[in-house]
């Protein structure tokens, strides 16, 4: 089983209210391979809500405490972050998976490429929250961009 970010196949669960449907990775959840998740929504936050991103680091950071998630008026969203990622890897845990496909550049989902924190659409080298926290797991994290490459050897 997959987990996938639910923005990815139509689920208008983005900040914006929106979501970034890929036929692809659809297929994958209407052929019963994959199932979804929204951290953000599963860490209690609203949708629509303002945009976040991490400030002074990232997930990693995060989860050691070192560093925090900001919305862009500035209030202090970790705690809603950190639950999220871990409502996730228990979801994970539950349907034994080994492999998820998550949304690039997000402070949640994002994998090795992120938002700095200015909010100036400037990007650092890291991981979102639950892709930092699911790597931890030993979950091998795609995106969008890449997961063509390991997905079709094997599906
Ligand atoms: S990127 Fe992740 S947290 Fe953000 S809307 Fe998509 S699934 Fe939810």
Known sequence: MI???ACLVGVDCRYDGGSKRIDEIEKLVKEGKAILVCPEQLGGLPTPRIPCEIK???????????????NKEGEDLTDS?????????KIAALYGVKKAILKARS???GKNRI???SFQKLLIDGDGVTAALLKKHGILVLDEE??????????
């Open 81 to 89: 972050f950190v639950k999220g990622a871990e409502e996730t890897l």
């Open 3 to 5: 987990l996938i970010s």
């Open 107 to 109: 402070p949640s989902c």
């Open 115 to 117: 938002y700095d924190g």
């Open 56 to 70: 002074d680091g990232d997930g990693s950071k995060v989860l050691e405490k070192g560093a925090r998630v900001l």
């Open 146 to 155: 890449d997961f063509r490459e390991y997905i079709e050897k094997e599906y």
